[in-house]
């Protein structure tokens, strides 16, 4: 899966007190498009040494392979073709995935410290603490932590048989695993068993887990789980969030996602006889 980075080290570990240095990498964004350094079909993050001297108004990160990373506001014209943005989806194609984990991490917290910038309780302008990697507002002392919202997505089988269903907003002949966020006061088995029953009509049993995946796009922790449903229980669709749901033998699926995602994962699983 796309975090799966080794041997290349990933810590989100908060540094306190990081001062940014030349050879330290830097994140900037323009909306949802990153800065990089390209040569070829090879990318790289630029490093503050190639902001021609500027030293930008900037927030630690994280740490990439012991090199700390920070997030800057803005950034001086650069020169040199080398340097262009790129739209983030990049992630799903470039080769160095340590590079592609790195950016959707960046643009989770980017996208966090942009949405906060004001109390949500009294409204009055909030600043970034300095010893853990949260807001805080000095008014109501109220303290903001990044927020990360649990979805299940769930493998469901019948013998030699999974459950797969196309979302309203999917390409054609693109097939995924039933997936939804977890309510308040529920636990995730029963909310594995509440949107396969909402989303395709289906009772499930012999609930179990399988993995977690973060998703910093949704700012999600995917919980993967495993289910049963017999096969005779008629297939009905939520027309609002499904376009179409069938089974699927392991010698007739559809297209589905690459093994960056824990869905694709599992069912590239379930193709080999391994799920």
Not at 165 to 194: H, K, M, P
Request: with cysteine; aromatic share 12%; hydrophobic share 35%.
């Amino acid at each position: 899966m796309i975090q799966d980075i080794y041997p290349h080290q990933f810590s989100n570990k908060f540094i306190n007190s990081a001062e940014i240095k030349g050879n330290d990498y830097v994140f900037h964004f323009k909306e949802s498009n990153l800065l990089l350094k390209q040569t070829g079909s090879e990318f790289e993050i630029p490093c503050l040494k190639d902001l021609n001297g500027a030293k930008p108004k900037n927030i630690f990160l994280f740490t990439l392979n012991n090199i700390n990373c920070f997030l800057i506001w803005d950034c001086p014209p650069l020169d040199g073709p080398i340097f262009n943005y790129q739209e983030i989806n990049f992630f799903r194609t470039i080769p160095q995935k340590e590079i592609a984990w790195a950016s959707i991490v960046a643009i989770q917290l980017k996208n966090w410290y942009e949405q906060n910038r004001f109390c949500g309780k009294c409204g009055t302008k909030t600043i970034v603490k300095e010893d853990e990697r949260a807001i805080t507002c000095n008014d109501c002392h109220t303290t903001v932590y990044p927020k990360i919202s649990p979805a299940i997505i769930v493998a469901i089988l019948c013998k030699n048989k999974i459950l797969l269903a196309s979302g309203v907003n999917f390409r054609s002949n693109f097939y995924s695993l039933v997936a939804g966020y977890a309510d308040i006061g529920e636990s995730l088995e029963d909310t594995v068993a509440r949107e396969v029953k909402e989303e395709v009509g289906l009772d499930v049993r012999n609930i179990r887990y399988y993995k977690s995946q973060p998703w910093p796009f949704s700012g999600s922790m995917m919980i993967g789980y495993i289910a049963e449903a017999d096969d005779t229980q008629p297939v009905r669709i939520d027309p609002k969030e499904i376009s179409d749901a069938a089974w699927f033998t392991r010698d007739n699926l559809p297209n589905y996602p690459t093994t960056i995602s824990i869905a694709g994962e599992m069912i590239g699983k379930f193709k080999k006889g391994e799920l």
